[in-house]
C-alpha cells in the first residue's frame, strides 16, 4: 500500500470529555490506593513463555512478601494448566489471610463456571467478569449492539450471582469491568456497570469493584482522568462501588494516568511489577507506589530490596528490567558526568553535616538506601566524569577524602586511564591509579620507611631519625626542624638533595574506634614552582605524616 502524502491524516484526535468544572486537577494524592497485581494473569499472557507452576509460585510468594493484599493469580479457563496451578494454590493453604485472590472469566457461563470452580475452598476471593463494551469491538468485532453488549454482562452478573450462592463458605467479591473503558462512549459505560450492579446488588458494605481499564492508552493522561471523574459523579449508588484502575502504557504514560485518575477519585489500582503486560505494559506498580514514597505517603508495599525483587521478576519473566527503569534500573542513581557527580557529592556531604529531616539530594529523587542500595553505586568514573566522580568512588571505596586542590592534581592521572582503557573506570582502577600517581605502598626505587623515632631537642625543635630504604638500599638518616613534618623535610633536603616547600597540610581518620587509621595530604611546591602532592596512610597519625612526606619526595624525585 502507498504511503499517503500525509499519514497523520488517518488519525482522528481523541475527543475532550465535557467536564467544565473537573475537580481533580486541584487535588493531591494523600493515602495509598487498594493495589491489585495482575502479574500472574495478564502479565503472564503477556511473556513469549508463559510462567510454569513453579514460577508462579514463586512470584506470589514475592507479591505476598512486599505487601500485595490482592493479587490476580490468573484465568482458570485458559486451559487445565492455568486451572490447576489455582485450584492448587487455593487448597494449599499458602494464601495469608489477609490477602484476596481474584481470578478473571469472560462474561460467559461455562468460563465463569470454571473459573468458580478453581477457587472451591477459598475462604475468600474476588471473581473478575469483563467483556468489551467499546464502538470499535461492538461493531468490528462482534457486530451487535448496545443493547447485546449490555445484555453479555447482565447475563454474566447473573451466573456469577448463582455460583456465589453455591459456595456460601466463601466470602464472594465480585469485579466488573467494562473493558476497552478509555475508548468507549461514558454513558455506555455507566449504562453497563449500573445494570451489573441491579443484578449483583452491591451495599457500601459489600461493594463491588468497578474497574475502569485504558485497555488501549488513546489519549493524554489528563483525559482518562476525565473520563473517571465524569463516570464516578454520574454513577448511582457511588458508596456501594470501588473504583478500580487498570492502565496500559501505549503511549508511555500509564503511571500518570492512574495517579491523575486516583485524583479524579479512583480507589484502587491494578498493575504489573516493572511494567510487564500486554504490548508497551501496563501501570507499574513499583513506580507509582515509590512515587507516593517520595511524596511522603507509605505506599503499603515494601521495596526495601529492589534488587531481590528484580532477581524475582526477571527470574519469572524471562525479561530484563531496563537500567533505566525508575527506582529499579541498575543505572537510575548512577551518574557518569563530572558536574552531576559534584552536586551529588555536595548533597551528601551537606546531608551529613546538617541532618534534614527531608532528603535533598541533587539528581537523586528518592534515597538508594531506601531500597537496599548502596552509595559506592550512585556515582560511577568513565571520560566523561569530573573530579568529584573519583573523588567520591575513593572517599566511599578507601575512605580518602582527598583536599579539593589534590582532586584537581589527580584529575589528569584519572582521565589519562579512562581515555587508555576505553571504558567505565572501577573502584580498583581508581585506586591503583592513586596508588601509582602518589607512590602509596612505593617499589624499591621510591623511598620507603623502614622505622623511625622523633624526640624533643633542648632548644624546642624535633628530631628525626630514621631508616629509609631507597633502591634496595637502607641509609640512617636525621633532621631538624620546628615540627615533625619539617624535621622529616630538612632530612629529605639534607640526606637526599630533594628541597620542597609545604603549601597545606591536612589529615583525617580512616574508620572509627580502634582500628581506625589515618590519611595525610601534603602539598608542596618545588624550587622551580611545581607543585607536588604526597599522601600518607598509617594506623598511627604522625606516621602517616612521615609518609605523606616521602610520598611528595618520591614524586619530585621521579618527576
Known amino acids: 500500500m502507498p504511503m499517503l502524502s500525509d499519514p497523520a491524516r488517518k488519525y482522528a484526535p481523541f475527543p475532550q470529555i465535557a467536564l467544565p468544572d473537573r475537580q481533580w486537577p486541584s487535588r493531591t494524592i494523600t493515602?495509598?490506593?487498594?493495589?491489585?497485581?495482575?502479574?500472574?494473569?495478564?502479565?503472564?499472557?503477556?511473556?513469549?513463555?508463559?510462567?510454569?507452576?513453579?514460577?508462579?509460585?514463586?512470584?506470589?510468594?514475592?507479591?505476598?512478601?512486599?505487601?500485595?493484599?490482592?493479587?490476580?493469580?490468573?484465568?482458570?479457563?485458559?486451559?487445565?494448566?492455568e486451572f490447576d496451578f489455582i485450584a492448587g494454590l487455593v487448597r494449599s493453604g499458602r494464601v495469608p489471610d489477609d490477602v484476596l485472590v481474584q481470578v478473571l472469566t469472560q462474561s460467559r457461563e461455562d468460563l465463569i463456571r470454571t473459573s468458580f470452580a478453581s477457587l472451591e475452598g477459598a475462604h475468600a476471593a474476588i471473581v473478575h467478569l469483563y467483556n468489551a463494551v467499546s464502538p470499535a469491538w461492538r461493531e468490528i468485532v462482534f457486530g451487535m449492539s448496545r443493547e447485546q453488549v449490555r445484555e453479555i454482562a447482565v447475563a454474566g452478573a447473573k451466573v456469577m450471582r448463582d455460583e456465589a450462592g453455591r459456595q456460601p463458605d466463601t466470602q464472594w467479591h465480585f469485579e466488573y469491568s467494562p473493558e476497552t473503558f478509555s475508548t468507549a462512549e461514558l454513558d455506555f459505560s455507566l449504562e453497563v456497570c449500573e445494570a451489573v450492579m441491579g443484578v449483583l446488588a452491591p451495599t457500601p458494605e459489600h461493594p463491588i469493584i468497578l474497574n475502569l481499564p485504558a485497555t488501549v492508552e488513546a489519549a493524554t493522561p489528563n483525559i482518562y482522568a476525565d473520563q473517571v471523574e465524569y463516570f464516578i459523579r454520574n454513577l448511582p449508588n457511588?458508596?456501594?462501588?470501588?473504583?478500580?484502575?487498570?492502565?496500559?502504557?501505549?503511549?508511555?504514560?500509564?503511571?500518570?494516568?492512574?495517579?491523575l485518575a486516583l485524583m479524579a477519585g479512583a480507589d484502587r489500582v491494578e498493575g504489573c511489577l516493572f511494567s510487564n503486560g500486554e504490548r508497551t505494559g501496563n501501570c507499574c506498580l513499583v513506580t507509582m507506589a515509590l512515587n507516593l514514597y517520595t511524596q511522603g505517603i507509605d505506599p503499603k508495599l515494601d521495596f526495601s530490596d529492589i534488587d531481590r525483587v528484580i532477581e524475582t521478576v526477571e527470574y519469572c519473566n524471562q525479561i530484563p528490567v531496563h537500567?533505566?527503569?525508575?527506582?529499579?534500573?541498575?543505572?537510575?542513581?548512577?551518574?557518569?558526568?563530572?558536574?552531576?557527580?559534584?552536586?551529588?557529592?555536595?548533597?551528601?556531604?551537606?546531608?551529613?553535616?546538617?541532618?534534614?529531616?527531608?532528603?535533598?539530594?541533587?539528581?537523586?529523587?528518592?534515597?538508594?538506601?531506601?531500597?537496599?542500595?548502596?552509595?559506592?553505586?550512585?556515582?560511577?568514573?568513565?571520560?566523561?566524569?569530573?573530579?568529584?566522580?573519583?573523588?567520591?568512588?575513593?572517599?566511599?571505596?578507601?575512605?580518602?577524602?582527598?583536599?579539593?586542590?589534590?582532586?584537581?592534581?589527580?584529575?589528569?592521572?584519572?582521565?589519562?586511564?579512562?581515555?587508555?582503557?576505553?571504558?567505565?573506570?572501577?573502584?580498583?582502577?581508581?585506586?591503583?591509579?592513586?596508588?601509582?600517581?602518589?607512590?602509596?605502598?612505593?617499589?624499591?626505587?621510591?623511598?620507603?620507611?623502614?622505622?623511625?623515632?622523633?624526640?624533643?631537642?633542648?632548644?624546642?625543635?624535633?628530631?628525626?631519625?630514621?631508616?629509609?630504604?631507597?633502591?634496595?638500599?637502607?641509609?640512617?638518616?636525621?633532621?631538624?626542624?620546628?615540627?615533625?613534618?619539617?624535621?622529616?623535610?630538612?632530612?629529605?633536603?639534607?640526606?637526599?638533595?630533594?628541597?620542597?616547600?609545604?603549601?597545606?597540610?591536612?589529615?583525617?581518620?580512616?574508620?572509627?574506634?580502634?582500628?581506625?587509621?589515618?590519611?595525610?595530604?601534603?602539598?608542596?611546591?618545588?624550587?622551580?614552582?611545581?607543585?607536588?602532592?604526597?599522601?600518607?596512610?598509617?594506623?598511627d597519625v604522625a606516621t602517616a605524616s612521615v609518609r605523606a612526606v616521602l610520598s611528595a619526595a618520591n614524586s619530585a624525585r621521579s618527576g
Open 31 to 81: 493515602a495509598p490506593p487498594r493495589w491489585l497485581s495482575t502479574d500472574l494473569r495478564d502479565g503472564n499472557q503477556a511473556i513469549v513463555d508463559p510462567m510454569d507452576a513453579h514460577k508462579k509460585n514463586r512470584f506470589f510468594d514475592l507479591l505476598c512478601e512486599i505487601g500485595v493484599k490482592e493479587i490476580e493469580i490468573g484465568f482458570p479457563s485458559a486451559g487445565q494448566t
Open 238 to 259: 457511588r458508596d456501594a462501588a470501588v473504583i478500580s484502575l487498570h492502565t496500559h502504557n501505549d503511549r508511555g504514560t500509564g503511571v500518570a494516568a492512574a495517579e
Open 323 to 539: 537500567q533505566r527503569h525508575p527506582y529499579g534500573g541498575e543505572l537510575v542513581f548512577t551518574a557518569f558526568s563530572g558536574s552531576h557527580q559534584d552536586a551529588i557529592k555536595k548533597g551528601f556531604a551537606a546531608a551529613e553535616r546538617q541532618n534534614d529531616e527531608h532528603w535533598r539530594v541533587p539528581y537523586l529523587p528518592i534515597d538508594p538506601a531506601d531500597l537496599g542500595r548502596s552509595y559506592e553505586a550512585v556515582i560511577r568514573v568513565n571520560s566523561q566524569s569530573g573530579k568529584g566522580g573519583f573523588a567520591w568512588v575513593l572517599e566511599q571505596d578507601q575512605g580518602l577524602k582527598l583536599p579539593k586542590r589534590m582532586q584537581a592534581h589527580f584529575s589528569p592521572y584519572v582521565q589519562r586511564m579512562a581515555d587508555l582503557v576505553g571504558r567505565e573506570l572501577t573502584a580498583a582502577d581508581i585506586w591503583e591509579a592513586f596508588r601509582d600517581a602518589y607512590h602509596v605502598h612505593t617499589s624499591d626505587k621510591h623511598f620507603q620507611l623502614v622505622d623511625y623515632e622523633e624526640r624533643r631537642a633542648g632548644d624546642g625543635t624535633r628530631l628525626f631519625t630514621g631508616t629509609i630504604a631507597v633502591e634496595g638500599a637502607e641509609r640512617t638518616v636525621s633532621g631538624r626542624g620546628n615540627g615533625l613534618i619539617s624535621s622529616v623535610m630538612t632530612t629529605i633536603e639534607e640526606a637526599f638533595g630533594l628541597s620542597l616547600e609545604v603549601v597545606d597540610y591536612t589529615e583525617h581518620a580512616l574508620g572509627s574506634g580502634r582500628d581506625a587509621r589515618a590519611a595525610a595530604y601534603l602539598e608542596c611546591r618545588t624550587p622551580e614552582g611545581a607543585v607536588i602532592w604526597g599522601v600518607g596512610i598509617d594506623e
